[in-house]
């Protein structure tokens, strides 16, 4: 028997369901900060992820080359095509873009609950506006989704220049070395890489940085920091806003576009994969032949935040089965359009079963069932059976609608 792919997922309908569900939560957040859907391809040149992060990142990837010999990646996630498409589309439009998108991404890694080899991000990008309030917005946006599932969760907040400070003498290189070693929270892997570049002594002061839980603490550890105004001023916006967040100046951030505010989400109640969102503020548009143009984003790992969740109730939808003989098959047809125009959920026998047999079925699957014999051919009416109670009547058409419509709206 062939089996799906390591680390993919299939969805019964159950599971869709409570997805969309969710998944609709934070479509209404992004509609309600003004953020539109875009959508990129699935696959794009590979040279879009390597320009940045370099060949290696190659090994995380799926990548293959098509039939006219070009070299293309599943997308690991959808910054860098935004931006791309943002460069070859939209470079004129007037800023800032706001945009957001749902997608699935693709990443070659070792498969545990919670780390698929295909997942899904809900993600939001703004473009172009390079301030205060504008990171505040997107640190906003990312609290209101999560409020929106209904996750427990931790939203940390930090600066990459005070890291960057820290580490101001070392070959870009080596900081990012460093910083790859903070992101995985690897403090023996730190030690050991400062230590050969002949810095032990960083590991103490970016051991006190990461302890820092505000920012007097983190200025005086660090001395002054190039944007130190601006951070004061969106924190400020922060807390006037009420976002729930804590300080940390030990966000790394595995991607290495980040230039700014960076945050992340950890869902309370996951073990290991806990980080449900990611993201901060970034250039990426000047590698791809656009301008440098600011822009901040952050992605939200859909199916961590549906593990964290738990068992979310699919949406209730109030089921009717028509069933009929072969003489009121006719009118049966025109009883289901009349049904289903009125928005209900109407389902037809499809097996060519008898009136008991389809009865059996129907009071395993549905609520109502209408059914429709010669007599009710005949008479124009039909009869109405509540399949919890068993109460049945024989009604016109346009009253069993209302009483199946009142029934799903009780
Ligand atoms: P990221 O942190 O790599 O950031 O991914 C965002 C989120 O996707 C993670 O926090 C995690 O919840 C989820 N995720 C990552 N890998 C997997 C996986 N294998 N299985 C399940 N979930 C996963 C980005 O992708 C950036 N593009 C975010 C961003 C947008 N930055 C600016 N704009």
Known sequence: MLQKPRGTRDFLPDEMEARRTVEWKLREVARRFGYREVCTPAFEDLELFTQRSGEGITNEMYVFEDKGGRKLALRPEITAAVIRMYINEAKVAPKPLRWCYFADCFRYERPQKGRYRQFWQF????????????????????AEMLNATGVT????????????????????????????????????????????MGKPDLAQSLTNLISC????????????????????????????????????????????????????????????????????AYRLAHLFGGDDVASCGFAIGFDRVMVSLGNVPPKKDTVLAIVCTNEGRRRALDVARAFRETGIRTEMDLMERGLGAQLAHASKTADYAVVIGKREAESGEVTLKNLHTGEQKTLDLAAAVAEVKAYGAR
């Open 213 to 280: 839980r505000t920012l007097a603490e983190a200025l005086e550890i660090v001395g002054a920091v190039p944007g130190e105004e601006r951070i004061t001023q969106t924190l400020g916006i922060l807390d006037a806003a009420g976002v729930r967040y804590s300080l940390n100046f030990g966000i790394a951030r595995g991607l290495d576009y980040y230039t700014g505010m960076v945050f992340e989400g950890f869902a309370q109640n996951l073990g290991a994969e806990n980080q449900i969102l990611g993201g901060g």
């Open 123 to 142: 993600g939001v990008e703004l473009i172009g506006a390079d301030t205060a309030i504008a990171d505040a917005e997107v640190i906003m946006i990312a």
């Open 153 to 196: 969760y931790d939203l940390k907040v930090g600066h990459l220049s005070f890291m960057k400070q820290l580490l101001r003498d070392l070959e870009p290189a080596a900081q990012r070395r460093v910083m790859a070693h903070l992101d995985k929270k690897d403090f023996d892997g730190l030690g050991q890489t400062l230590a050969e």
